[in-house]
């Protein structure tokens, strides 16, 4: 099961009719099967590259990590007989896997928050992305370059304002794509900033800047 094969109207509730009702042994499908399912007679989960999205870029990577890892494995085991649990990995020692792996709630929590603390992520700072995109690579990059060095003379101590790099997912929709990012205590200084520079900045034709505060991904 997937968004490819899915497609037709019905087939999503085809499948799953036929699952419970035993006529499939084996259902294989990526996070569209990880919730909300309630199959008494499972007892087997397998989660193939079950960090593959640990190392992005992202510092929810390992927050994200951990919830589908949960959800997943709670497809498990959820009527009378026990279920299990296979998990392949090449970073079996990473928090996510470990605390997903006793349903450790409150250490994933505690050690999460910890690591956010030390490196001023949200919650413990507000962050503002800027996203500068185009068709042409180079004029995009340099739009992006040109906003960096504007925001960091604009803005105040309080602000931190870091360099223009490539998105994680550099090209979209036919769209280069490259982010500035800002951190401050204060949503306010941050939107103040925002709105200074974009009354200054006049972009290359061709070329959109989109701001998200406290954005929920930064890929």
């Not at 259902?27 to 999205?53: R, S």
């Not at 996203?131 to 180079?138: A, F, L, M, W």
């Not at 340099?142 to 602000?159: G, N, Q, T």
């Amino acid at each position: 099961m997937d968004a490819d094969t899915m497609n037709r109207k019905g087939s999503y509730a085809e499948v799953l009719g036929k699952f419970r009702a035993r006529q499939i042994d084996i259902l294989l499908g990526t996070q569209m099967i990880a919730k909300g399912l309630d199959f008494p007679n499972v007892t087997l989960v397998g989660i193939i590259n079950a960090d593959i999205g640990l190392h992005s870029p992202d510092f929810r990577a390992g927050e994200r990590t951990f919830q589908l890892l949960t959800q997943v494995a709670g497809r498990a085991g959820r009527g009378e007989m026990e279920g299990e649990v296979i998990v392949q990995t090449f970073s079996p020692a990473s928090p996510s896997i470990q605390h997903a792996r006793h349903h450790d709630y409150a250490g994933f929590f505690e050690q999460e928050t910890e690591f956010r603390k030390v490196f001023r992520h949200p919650p413990f700072t507000r962050l503002l992305l800027v996203q500068i995109r185009g068709k042409d690579q180079e004029k995009a990059f340099s739009a992006a370059r040109s906003l960096s060095e504007i925001f960091k003379k604009k803005a105040s101590p309080e602000v931190e304002v870091s360099e223009a790099a490539a998105a994680p997912l550099e090209k979209a929709h036919g769209q280069y794509r490259f982010h500035v990012t800002l951190k401050s205590s204060s949503s306010a200084l941050l939107g103040k900033l925002a709105r200074k520079v974009a009354e200054v900045t006049s972009l290359p034709e061709g070329i959109v800047m989109t701001l998200d505060v406290d954005p929920y991904s930064l890929m």
